[in-house]
């Protein structure tokens, strides 16, 4: 972890670059998985499972039955603890519904706008060594409460081919409509394009390795949306003197053990902090059971020492972390001046785990920097805006005549004669 | 322009398809412009301008004075049908703001989100034989009313590199930061990266041809966020035998005047309706200048003759189109049934060209089926969602055992260890 001392903003791009991985050599290596499902459907799924995950399966569908028995494996304390975290995702996400407002622009001519739920979503849930049972809180419920009718999940297989059963559980409480024991790009492409046994969606969501990040890059230009472009997970911790050492240690840490490309910034105007976290950070490293993966991500990890708030909160903005900590006096006041990140944990005692798991944001979020344009995972990620409007005959007779200015200035002149026709029809009338 | 009776539900997808564009071919060309912008900055914008423009541009930025000379040139019957149509759009997009709520999701567990404005926005403007200034006003007016700090006008350079005064007055009016004669591919290469002159932006906005297309979907998997994928406009009309077919014929032909790869779908339940439909579009065709480009257009259009009204409503969402017109009795009951849709015109007095241009509503929408998932661009699409929670002694008390166990049934320890090296210093201080 590389301590970096007042750094000139012309070296702030540089000091902030993030792990690059390869797109171009990703997208070489997705495309003819994609392509091959999309036009051998189900077969080329059962290959490319046979050839990645080293397992023959038969049926994609996971069953009822495998439910069932599988919800009943779960400790009941975990399930509990699942239980309050979606109550909480369900109350944050809920309070994000808006009514329809009529707005009459002029008179007689009305206008509104509505969310409507996208049909159907494919959520992807990675596999691996942990099995990622938040991620499905976290997609799973907003699709729920935003009404969308279809909610799919694809996750690959572990060995013999089951599916962990706190995913299973998971899955089953919120409401999912069906799982399926597919994994990696050919899961993408499965739900983008359709197979005989797994349905075409709208929009797919859901984090992944670098393989299914490409895959929803290369089917979102194909006519399917995608929740957000993902990255490697990231932090920045703002800290100054108040802040408790071993706390921040630790919440740098919790970023670091996601993965190598995985990325820490500590940004303070403290030396003394500075130093007492540096060494937190090798004391904690040294406890964890995944440090391996920690102390490689720390590699891409940085201290970086400014001169005081104002100075801190550039750099911070700058970055557009996917989460922020505010481990700082005044964190609410600093808190108004963030203007890009994805994610912000405020004082002390509000580590990004919180976030993660349990208070009710979502964890869905912009990495990579997008956070300067793109919004997290939220109950408008599950639908879309339609615009509505109706004009009566007065609302007409007065904008009527304004749009046949325009219209004729951008010289579309059938424009024009489709307010022309009813103009002349209203004068009739009268 | 095709008339198909009562097809299948089965042949849908056939009778709904779209006008195809080589999207491959595209990018193959456009990556070598977008690269060469990237390394060579504005000696490549001036290369390219030469090439594809063929002018030579000293300077790209639009000068005051221009700007100045040109507010001059505009019609005043013009300024004001746009000052009128600015009013209504700013009224609109305002009404999609809505104030942070703080949610306490458990006792001293509080999570707001709360709407930024994207810092750096690109408007990319069309040039050609029309000035498209209603884009301007589309794109610009909520990009302020979000609060967007800088507001970057592209569009190509018309003979003697001028741009249109229209678009000029325009972008004056709106609060553009800065307006700069660069078009194409170029374009949207300079505001994805900046080069020397033209500033990098976090979002890009705006319709252009294929190519500028094509260039917003490769610079958006680089980082760089963009409205929408655009495809060719579109509209379906809904009509029933309460319809007037001489609008019907008007609304199909305003549709198809954009571009030889418009399309135009009527959907009706009345035989008799598609008759005199079909005989109006033939009649009107002949009387409008670009009559050429609507002729092409129409040959993708069709009549499309269903049993009954839900039959009808069906088709439309199955096509979900950018724009839907219902010319049919019970509209409003019709509009609440229809849930895949850029916007929607109720009842015969609400042409499309209302919402083009100055009823309030966006007329940037997506095309090609994206609707299923995409909304038109609104108030939102110039700020990002960022979430903030703020947890006291108290929640932490209360959540932090939730936490421990969802972060250690996912093997993630240091995620654990955030909350315990916390909940272990709120017990000590007891």
């Known amino acids: 972890m590389q301590t970096i001392f007042y750094p000139n903003k012309e070296n702030w791009h540089q000091i902030l670059s993030r792990p690059v991985n390869n797109q171009e050599h990703l997208f070489d290596l997705v495309t003819p998985v994609i392509n091959s499902v999309r036009i051998n459907g189900d077969k080329a799924i059962k290959d490319f499972t046979k050839l990645f995950d080293k397992i023959d399966i038969d049926s994609f569908l996971v069953s009822q039955e495998e439910i069932n028995s599988a919800c009943l494996l779960v400790d009941s304390e975990l399930k509990e603890a699942i239980n309050r975290a979606m109550k909480n995702i369900r109350k944050f996400h809920q309070s994000q519904q808006h009514s329809v407002k009529i707005i009459e622009t002029e008179p007689g001519v009305k206008c509104w706008q509505k969310s409507v ?32 009718k279809e909610i799919y ?11 962990n059963p706190v995913i299973l559980y998971t899955a089953h409480l919120t409401g999912v409509t069906k799982i399926f024991r597919v994994g990696g790009a050919q899961a993408i ?17 859901g984090p992944g390795n670098s393989y299914v990040t490409a895959a929803k890059q290369i089917v979102a230009l ?18 100054d003197d108040s802040a408790n050492p071993a706390f921040v240690a630790a919440d740098l840490l919790s ?29 904690q490293l040294g406890l964890l059971p995944r440090n391996e993966i920690a102390h490689k991500a720390m590699q891409n990890s940085r201290i970086i020492v400014m001169r005081n708030i104002d100075e801190m909160i550039d750099l911070a903005n700058s970055y557009a972390p996917e989460h922020l900590i505010l481990e700082i006096k005044n964190d609410e006041i600093v808190a108004e001046k963030i203007i890009n990140a994805g994610s912000v944990f405020l004082g002390h005692l509000t580590p990004e785990s919180a976030g993660d798991y349990a208070s009710g944001t979502n964890h869905t979020l912009p990495t990579y920097g997008y956070a300067k344009a793109y919004s997290g995972v939220n109950l408008d990620s599950f639908s879309k805006k339609i615009t509505f409007q109706k004009i009566s005959s007065r609302g007409l007779l007065n904008l009527g005549p304004v749009i046949e200015i325009m219209a004729e200035a951008e010289l579309l002149t059938a424009h024009k004669n489709a307010v022309s026709i009813r103009l002349d029809e209203l004068k009739k009338r009268k």
Chains 1, 2 share one sequence.
């Open 222 to 239: 194909n006519g399917v949306a995608i929740d957000m472009p993902a990255g490697p997970s990231e932090v920045a911790v703002l800290a």
């Open 255 to 283: 970023q670091a053990e996601h993965g190598t490309d995985s990325q820490a910034i500590l940004i303070t105007d403290s030396m003394q902090l500075a130093k007492l976290v540096y060494e937190e950070v090798n004391k």
């Open 117 to 148: 739920p996208i049909e159907k979503t494919g959520l992807y849930i990675p596999g691996g060594s942990a099995p990622l049972f938040s991620t499905i809180l976290m997609l799973a419920v907003p699709a729920e409460i935003a009404g969308c």
């Open 189 to 205: 492409a499965a739900m983008a394009y359709g197979t005989e046994s797994i349905p075409r969606v709208d929009k797919i969501f």
């Open 153 to 163: 999940i694809c996750t690959p297989p572990g060995i013999n081919g089951q599916i």
